[in-house]
């Protein structure tokens, strides 16, 4: 079960990564990251639909990401179906001691029947 919970968590890491990546790459003006280190507009080179994609990415990856968190935890759950049974003591722990009972008032003893 380590194994799963490792790849899971791995994969949800990356995705998320990319997602990041994704969404800091948009502007919603029309730039992005494309037009600052570019310099030039995505029409010059054919790419007009970019950001289609970049849309399409968003939603894509942000979809698993949702969808590898439930997953992940719907298999990763310890289900708690079993009640824990009702331990009795054993005779293993220590005797319970009395104190000895102390009277106020003299002991007498029956006579003796003869």
Request: net charge positive; glycine share 8%.
């Amino acid at each position: 079960m380590g194994t799963v919970f490792t790849l899971f968590m791995v994969l949800i890491m990356i995705l998320s990564v990319l997602l990041v990546i994704i969404i800091m790459a948009q502007n919603p003006k029309g730039g992005g990251l494309s037009g600052t280190f570019g310099g030039t507009s995505p029409a010059q080179f054919g790419v007009q639909r970019t950001n289609d994609f970049m849309e399409n990415a968003t939603w894509t990856l942000g979809a698993l990401v949702i969808i590898l968190i439930i997953v992940s935890v719907v298999i990763t759950a310890k289900p708690s179906n079993h009640i824990p049974a009702q331990t009795t003591p054993t005779n293993q722990s220590a005797p319970v001691q009395t104190a000895p009972v102390k009277t106020t008032a003299p002991i007498q003893q029956a006579p003796a029947k003869k």
